[in-house]
Nanobody
Framework: QVQLVESGGGLVQPGGSLRLSCAVS????????MGWYRQAPGKQRESVAT???????NYADSVKGRFTISRDNAKNTMYLQMNSLKPEDTAVYYC?????????WGQGTLVTVSS
């Protein structure tokens, strides 16, 4: 398996930007897809963006054009660049890694968008 550690959350004003990071350690060779998910208070966890081992990306309609998922293989780190943030983006953001045998979640990082 792998271990995932998120960082980069915090308080930001509407229209601002944040970059989340997900550091990956362990059996990274077996990962075929990684992603960012979020869960707002009282709501179900939802997919925000995913990236495959081949580099293909997918975004939720609500974040298209504002968020960008990327990875740095040399640093074993995945990122989520979030621009033009809205109050409705407020949530705990989780990093996720998927292989053919397991699915691993990070501990989450809180993003609060408020003036």
């Amino acid at each position: 398996q792998v271990q995932l550690v998120e960082s980069g959350g915090g308080l930001v004003q509407p229209g601002g930007s944040l970059r989340l990071s997900c550091a990956v350690s362990g059996s990274i060779f077996s990962i075929y897809r990684m992603g960012w998910y979020r869960q707002a208070p009282g709501k179900q966890r939802e997919s925000v963006a995913t990236i495959t081992s081949g580099g293909s990306t997918n975004y939720a309609d609500s974040v298209k054009g504002r968020f960008t998922i990327s990875r740095d293989n040399a640093k074993n780190t995945m990122y989520l660049q979030m621009n033009s943030l809205k109050p409705e983006d407020t949530a705990v953001y989780y990093c996720n890694a998927l292989s053919s045998d397991w699915r691993v979640w990070g501990q989450g990082t809180l993003v609060t968008v408020s003036s």
